[in-house]
T-cell receptor, first 110, second 115 residues
């Protein structure tokens, strides 16, 4: 059973600070990694993907992948109240289905 | 269309009735997923279609649930003899690739209420 684990939170971060979201996965063969954001009552939307070890930056978002330790993280710099949402980590194992974690609820405190 | 389209957006049905939920994936996407999400909960995987391969039905909760994908495009999720615990948002997602780079894009969901 391939698993993706996330701390469910809630995670509260002051506005302007860095929010750090973490995800671990069970299968060393995993190839691609995704972060989705889901606002309450809305569908998940893809915000970042990463395939290689290291960091990938996109605006205020940085995804970090460490395949040896089997974790992927998402950093949100200069957190804004609009970043308050549930963040879902997803992992792709070869030709199998995309597997989602249960999500971390993030609240940015003004 | 430009995105994944699901219909209907909302469905209210009486307990015991059958319902069909439709998903139109992004054109050219080979993979299609159905998920269920209850209020305040995470995504519950239901079924995965990938090209011409046999679907992964491992998430279907009971034999009342079935899904098909015709011509590698449109998919229909059918729930027979609906129960109140089937009430949830049903999300469809499609993905353009097999294997390593399989980001999925979600539709807006169908909110099913069984009364």
């Amino acid at each position: 059973q391939k698993e993706v684990e996330q701390n469910s939170g809630p995670l509260s971060v002051p506005e302007g600070a860095i929010a750090s979201l973490n995800c671990t996965y069970s299968d060393r063969g995993s190839q691609s990694f995704f972060w989705y954001r889901q606002y309450s009552g809305k569908s998940p939307e893809l915000i970042m993907f990463i395939y290689s070890n290291g960091d990938k930056e996109d605006g205020r978002f940085t995804a970090q992948l460490n395949k040896a330790s089997q974790y992927v993280s998402l950093l949100i710099r200069d957190s804004q109240p609009s970043d308050s949402a549930t963040y879902l980590c997803a992992v792709h194992f070869g030709n199998e289905k995309l597997t989602f974690g249960t999500g971390t609820r993030l609240t940015i405190i003004p | 269309g430009a995105g994944v389209s699901q219909s209907p957006s909302n469905k209210v049905t009486e307990k015991g009735k059958d319902v069909e939920l439709r998903c139109d994936p992004i054109s050219g996407h080979t993979a299609l997923y159905w998920y269920r999400q209850s209020l305040g909960q995470g995504l519950e995987f239901l079924i995965y279609f990938q090209g011409n391969s046999a679907p992964d039905k491992s998430g279907l909760p009971s034999d009342r649930f079935s899904a098909e994908r015709t011509g590698g495009s449109v998919s229909t999720l059918t729930i027979q003899r609906t129960q109140q615990e089937d009430s949830a948002v049903y999300l469809c997602a499609s993905s353009p690739r097999t294997g390593g780079e399989g980001e999925a894009f979600f539709g807006q969901g169908t909110r099913l209420t069984v009364v």
